[in-house]
């Protein structure tokens, strides 16, 4: 069986052997084993056919195969003892093999013993006919007999050279060749190798492909050099050959040289090769690559090899429009075929090559980073890095990087991608709808972006392929409201475009889900109909003049599509109506199609007629017609801004609809008047309304006179401020008052919303008043929420991941009572007070961890006082708000500090004159600044490909409907505006502090206006930080926007100047936002204006002089005293102050410098003040936040050193001063910090110590070492200096091991292994310097005590044992006092710690 399989190698035309072998068995296998009537023995009596019949083997004539009665193995082993155990050996094997010439000179005869054997075996132990070698194959693997053997097959193999094909089909040249194969030993191989190559040289053209192939089968190792060369030499000779050559040398072991110049040769010929060859080629070439010049290699291979020639452009337009025609002949396609099987086999090469070697992978990546021009890049670069990503994962974030510089710069443009991908439309479409179907929120979102974009630019490519995108709807239940939308939007593009006819069963398909989703009771399902049929109806209904793909025909929308649209959005409706959460959602999906302008005016006709009645009559009552009922709050009309006659005028029906929503519902009783008034849920009213003014503001341009009366009008309230009353009320009733202000502040958003971008002065400072309002009902509802723990607000926003993810809303007041609850009852069972009972526990139904009623009650008393100071932060209810309209923002046009008088620009001439408050201005900062967040991504927190961002679209739904672009645009529309009040809270602070003389804790600074307009401040810096940090400004379409943003701020600086350079800007921005740092008011403030200046000196090509100025900002803020908080030890977070201190310590010209000074200056400076009190140098240095700048020091001395070359001997003299003193310096700085654990002991101190000490001692090894063994003769005495201070930290280190082990602390005692072998490491290489330096004499090693950190010897066990003992060291830890020392004394000797090896770690 095994010489079966190895006869027939890899070559199809070999296989032709076996064939005709089996084709020759089939006959025999139906005979029986006694009949042989055809079968005739060859009848001889020379030595040749007696030793073989002697042996085992019967020899047959005809067509018969040769008969082997037994095993093999068994045969070679009786024929080798019958020749040797011959008395006329050696004799007899030429009479042996001269039987066999004359037997095979017969052509049956010689080809039977070239076919394989029959094995015949015994009928009771018979189980087939068995497969067996040739007799030719048996008798190779005698050795006494191989050679002579070899010398016959290569004298009788020219006979047949240039003979056809035999009937039967098999070829005589290649049956003999094939014998050689996988010989188990070959005992001339060198005799073997000379005459196969001089076979080869004189064989026909297609022997001589076979022939070579079959060498590496053939040859053993040894002969590999010998051959590879041979190969070589006929490969310049005869290009034919190349194919196979080549394919020999990629399986052979030769030397690089040799490679290296085949590969050469073969490079030259790459342009020219036909595509069938150009798998083996490559294969060969990325064989043959080393690491020294794999970079080399592949820059070549890719210049000379193109994607376009690989897939033949032009061939595969002709198969595209040979598809189109019907009746063409097969043979072009069977060729396109071929071809594409080729491109298939050369990627699959290259995919291997890559995977398994490293280096190849990597150099093609820098091949191609290095490129510097759009022109030099080809179709092949951007498929090789796509091809890389997919095979080695650990080069992922490597490509990602560069593609997206390439992209940046330009490099990678839309031609390139089109030239990429164009004809693997399918691949590409069915790549994408898998990642959509994956279930991951970054890859769904990124993949149904570029379907939504196919759709618009390939829309034919996109319907031949749309039964693909069709499946998705299968994966509806995993997909956020937003990717609902998108993909309903692409299939309703599909569906309903001008060959809508062909994309009927989309249509249908369509259809049946929605119909399904809607008439579903599980609420999720309902809400995906409805996305779905707002969506597919406002592609339906699409307004015709804006889209080409759309429309049938251009024009208004037939009678027909508009019944369609209506009898859909009707459908909708009647399912949504019964549930107030579709309701909503249903209002606020439809008014997204008229926000988007994606609705023809057409299809709005019959809503206008229909929504302003509904609303009034569901949610808008006369000002008469005060409700009466059982209210448990008397009804009260406020917030009106006019002056109404108690009959006049409209009211907001509010209190009366949640009262019967809340109430009623419960079994309470209502009385109210008879009317037709329908009741619904005061949930729809925001967003009815938005419905409402979208559509009036679509169908009048903007204009709303005709909802006008509802910015002004008052709503059916209550008194809010209980004040009092409100810890008496039931918990009921405080829900009630909580959902009520809930609701009005949601009203009063939509308000603002609708009215911002109205031109009458009037309106604006209504909407000016309105957002005052919602200041003060969000400072009013924090009192509600502090007292209501465990209260969920009605929901605002009725999207899928809003009713899925409930926000954390338990309130700090109700965290601050538990923690009480459960701290003060510690203390109560300490003192031996009483403590609550498990059967005082049990009459409640709160859960375990709650406390009493009677117990929060109390606490609640005790709390009020105390927490109306500290309100509830409305962050954790984000997501029960409306949201907030980009527009909304332009409110920031409107002054600040100074009153103005209304004129016709902003505001109305009028008596009463109303302003943008603090207040208010920090709730429109605050809500900017959360947008931008959200929307901007900056460079340093980009989200990776298929990493999920987490929830961020929970009130931001709206939001997300806009692009980034844009946002950033309407951003810098603000940023003169934003300006004005930047500049005026500068000057505000600078005139509060001129007013306190310089005092820190001046009048003032603890007044609300301070902490408002200190906030505003913060936001305003976020909000510049966050537009200038976007990563989109790193993209080529987004300069000019850039360029825009900058010119504003220059033109604060500058008005007037114009046409300036992109560096100029940057450089008068920087001077503008640099002019803020005297009026800072906080630390927060600080943090962020020094990274918005970062943000800045990133885009200039020149930052030297800006770094500077960072730098000496940040050390201003450090040696800057801060107001004090409420709390005076966390008036700095500890983030912050690493923040700030670490910018320092990056732009600051000389790091060493910097930290000698604080080590040395302000860390003195605090040892000797009190606890509470601070280095008077730097401020923000005291004892709490000691550790932070321990921690920055060390980290930032470690990367410092690490980044510093190490040097050669061949600098000169002056680098190698140079990088001594400085290497100096930093061992001092070392020094200083490691001796502060003597008085600064504690655990996180300790650890950076741990963690950073290791880290500098090997960055010391590595890059100072190298420096020392060539320094050592030419500055012996900085040496010795520079190691006997560093012997003394490494010693301290030593010291702190100890300690660790001591206080049996495993986070410091994890750092403990790999420092002490580090320090192992470190004796042994000055050991080794002193060596190269022919100072050995000068090393002595010693007994390293353990000592604490004080300098104290710990005592251990083996305390008293001597010295020899002592350095072995103990099996305990506390016994452990192993170590080395080698020491310099008089400049002769050197000392340095080391660490008993035998330590327990």
């Known amino acids: 069986m095994i010489s079966k399989r190895k006869l027939s190698v890899s070559e199809n035309k070999e296989s032709l052997t076996e064939d005709a072998s089996e084709a020759r068995k089939q006959p025999l296998s139906k005979k029986t084993k006694k009949s042989h009537v055809h079968n005739e023995v060859e009848e001889n009596d ?26 093999q193995i068994v045969f070679q082993k009786k024929l080798f003892q019958t020749l040797r155990k011959h008395p006329s050996y050696p004799t007899i094997i030429e009479e042996f093999v001269s039987g066999l010439e004359s037997y095979i000179e017969d052509q049956d005869s010689f080809r039977n013993c070239l076919l394989s054997c029959e094995r015949v075996q015994h009928e009771e132990t018979s189980t087939g006919t068995s497969y067996c070698k040739s007799l030719i194959k048996l008798l190779l693997g005698i050795d006494i007999l191989q050679p002579a053997i070899i010398k016959v097959l290569f004298e009788k193999l020219p006979e047949f050279l240039f003979e056809k094909v035999n009937s039967d089909g098999i070829s005589m040249p290649r049956l003999i060749i094939s014998q050689l194969k996988w010989l188990d030993r070959v005992v001339d191989s060198k005799d073997l190798t000379t005459k196969i190559m001089q076979l080869i040289s004189v064989a026909p053209l297609c022997l001589q492909h076979d022939f070579v192939i079959s060498l590496p089968e053939i040859l053993g190792d040894s002969q590999h050099a010998d051959v590879g060369k041979e190969l070589s030499d ?184 089109q030239g990429t991908f164009y004809i693997h439309n399918l691949e590409v479409i069915g790549a994408l709808v898998t990642h959509v179907c994956s279930g991951n929120e970054v890859e769904v979102d990124a993949a149904l972006d570029v379907l939504l974009e196919l759709v618009v630019v390939s829309p034919s490519a996109m319907r031949l392929n749309a039964v693909f995108v069709k499946g998705i709807l299968d994966y509806l239940d995993n997909m956020s409201p937003q990717q609902i939308r998108k993909l309903f939007c692409i299939l309703s593009t599909l569906a309903f475009s001008k060959e809508h006819e062909a994309s009927s069963h989309i249509q249908d398909d369509m259809h049946l889900v929605i119909r399904k989703q809607l008439s579903s009771t599980i609420f999720k399902y309902k809400l995906i109909g409805i996305i779905g049929a707002v969506t597919m109806a406002g592609v339906m209904a699409a307004d015709r003049s804006r889209s080409s793909n759309l429309a049938p025909e251009s024009g208004e929308l037939s009678s027909e599509q508009c019944t369609q649209v209506t009898s859909l959005l009707q459908l909708v409706h009647s399912c949504s109506e019964q549930s107030p959460q579709a309701s909503g ?58 002056d109404y006659d108690s009959c006049d005028g409209i009211v907001i029906n509010l209190l009366p609809l949640l009262f019967s929503q809340d109430f009623v519902k419960d079994g309470s009783t209502l009385t109210l008047q008879e009317s037709d008034q329908k009741l619904v849920s005061p949930l729809c009213l925001a967003p009815y309304f938005r419905l409402l003014r979208l559509c009036v503001d679509r169908q009048h341009n903007g204009n709303l006179e005709e909802i006008d009366g509802l910015l002004d009008c008052p709503i059916f309230l209550t008194d809010l401020e209980a004040g009092e009353r409100l810890q008496s009320m039931s918990v009921k009733e405080r829900s009630f008052l909580c959902s009520l202000i809930f609701l009005t502040l949601n009203w009063f958003r939509e308000v603002v919303n609708a009215f911002c971008r109205q031109k009458l002065p009037e309106m604006k400072g209504k909407v000016l008043t309105r957002l005052k309002h919602i200041v003060e009902l969000q400072q009013l509802l924090e009192k509600h929420l502090a007292v209501t723990p465990d209260y969920v607000p009605p929901l605002a926003n009725f ?65 009020r006082g105390k927490e109306e100071k500290t309100s ?44 943008l408050q603090p207040p208010e201005l920090l709730f429109l900062l605050e809500d900017l600044t959360q947008k931008l967040d959200n929307m901007l991504t900056p460079v340093a927190r980009r989200v990776p490909f298929l990493k999920s961002k987490g929830n961020r679209n929970i009130g931001f739904s709206h939001l997300h409907q806009r692009s980034a672009s844009e946002i950033a645009f309407r951003v810098v529309q603000l940023l003169n505006p934003m300006c004005n009040h930047l500049e005026n809270i500068h000057n505000y602070f600078q005139c509060l502090t001129a007013e306190n003389h310089g005092v820190v804790d001046g009048p003032g600074i603890k007044g609300q206006e301070y902490h408002t307009m200190s906030s505003c401040y913060l936001r305003l810096l976020q909000i510049f930080h966050g537009l200038f940090a976007w990563s989109g ?32 800007l940057l450089r008068q921005s920087f001077h503008y936002l640099q002019n803020f740092h005297a009026s800072i008011p906080s630390f927060q403030c600080a943090l962020y204006l020094l990274r918005l200046l970062m943000v800045i000196l990133e885009k200039s090509t020149a930052p030297a002089e800006n770094k500077r100025q960072i730098a000496s900002l940040a050390k201003q803020f450090l040696c800057r005293v801060w107001p004090s908080g409420e709390k005076e030890r966390s008036s700095i977070p500890n983030d912050q102050l690493q923040a700030l201190l670490g910018i320092y310590l990056e732009h600051t010209d000389s790091v060493l410098k910097a930290i000698e000074e604080i080590a040395g200056v302000g860390v003195p400076e605090l040892i000797n003040s009190p606890k509470e009190a601070s280095s008077s140098t730097f401020p923000t240095l005291t004892w709490t936040s000691f550790v932070i700048f321990f921690r920055v020091m060390m980290a930032e001395l470690e990367k410092t050193v690490k980044g510093l070359q190490a040097g050669t001997a061949a600098d000169s003299k002056q680098i190698h001063e140079e990088k001594l003193l400085y290497w100096n310096m930093a061992v001092r700085d070392f020094s200083i910090l490691i001796n502060l654990i003597k008085v600064f002991d504690s655990r996180p101190v300790l650890f950076a110590c741990l963690k950073y000490g290791r880290l500098f001692v090997e960055a010391f090894l590595k890059q100072c070492m190298p420096l020392l063994d060539f320094s050592f003769r030419k500055h012996r005495e900085d040496v010795l200096s520079l190691l006997e201070t560093f012997q003394l930290s490494t010693r301290l280190l030593h010291h702190l091991c100890g300690h660790s082990k001591i206080h049996q602390d495993t986070k410091l005692t994890k750092h403990v292994p790999l420092l002490k072998k580090t320090l192992e490491l470190l004796v042994c290489r000055v050991k080794a310097m002193l060596i190269l330096n022919n100072c050995r004499e000068a090393f002595w090693l010693g007994n390293l005590k353990n000592r604490d950190l004080q300098g104290e010897e710990i005592i251990s066990q083996n305390s008293q044992e001597s010295p020899a003992n002592e350095s072995e060291g103990d099996t305990s830890f506390q016994g452990a006092e192993g170590g080395e020392e080698d020491k310099a004394s008089d400049g002769e000797k050197e000392r340095e710690s080391d660490e008993d090896e035998s330590d327990d770690d």
């Open 585 to 642: 959602l249903y209002y606020d999906e439809f008014a997204n199609l008229i926000h988007g302008r994606r609705l023809a005016p057409e299809a709005l006709e019959w809503l206008g007629q229909t929504i302003f009645s509904d609303f009034q009559d569901a949610f808008v009552v006369d000002a008469c017609d005060v409700p009466e009922g059982d209210y448990p709050f008397p009804v009260k009309a406020l917030y009106g801004l006019e």
């Open 1033 to 1064: 400004f790193c993209q080529l379409q987004n300069n000019n926007l850039l360029y825009s943003a900058l010119g504003i701020l220059t033109s604060r600086l500058k008005p007037g100047q114009r046409d300036q350079s992109m560096e100029e």
């Open 799 to 863: 999207d899928l991941e809003t009713l899925e993810e409930t926000p954390h809303t338990s309130t700090a007041v109700s965290a601050k009572i538990r923690m009480q609850g459960k701290t003060g009852g510690k203390k109560r069972k300490a003192d031996g007070g009483k403590t609550s009972s498990p059967d005082v526990l049990s009459k409640d139904d709160n859960s375990e961890c709650d406390p009493t009623l009677a117990e929060r009650s109390q606490q609640e008393k005790e709390f």
């Open 46 to 71: 020379n030595i040749f056919v007696k030793f073989l019949k002697a042996s085992g083997i019967t020899l047959k004539t005809g067509e018969s195969q040769n008969q082997l009665a037994v095993d």
């Open 872 to 915: 509830v932060s409305l962050q954790n209810y984000h997501a029960f708000f409306r949201e907030m309209d980009i527009e909304v923002f332009s409110i920031l046009r409107c002054g600040l500090v100074t009153k103005f008088i209304l004129d016709t620009e902003m505001h109305t001439e009028a008596a009463e004159v109303v302003q």
């Open 234 to 417: 006929l490969l310049t000779e005869n290009t034919l050959l190349t194919v196979p050559i080549l394919d020999v040398l990629s399986s052979l072991q030769l030397e690089s040289k040799l490679l290296s110049k085949v590969r050469q040769l073969v490079m030259g010929k790459l342009s020219s090769v036909s595509l069938d060859d150009l798998p083996v080629i490559i294969k060969f070439i990325l064989h043959s690559i080393t690491p020294t010049d794999a970079l080399e290699v592949i820059s070549e291979l890719r210049e000379k090899l193109d994607l376009q020639h690989c897939i033949l452009p032009s061939q595969f337009q002709v198969s595209l429009s040979r598809l189109r025609n019907k009746g063409q002949t097969s043979f072009s396609g069977n060729q396109e075929n071929s071809s594409q099987d080729c491109v298939t086999l050369l990627f699959d090469v290259i995919k291997s090559a890559i995977r398994y070697e490293k280096i190849i992978s990597e150099a093609w990546i820098k091949a191609i980073e290095r490129t510097p021009s759009e022109a030099e890049h080809k179709i092949f670069d951007l498929a090789m890095l796509l091809i890389i990503y997919s095979t080695n994962t650990q080069t992922k974030k490597y490509i990602e990087r560069v593609l997206r510089n390439k992209i940046r710069s330009g490099c990678f443009e839309e031609d390139l991608l």
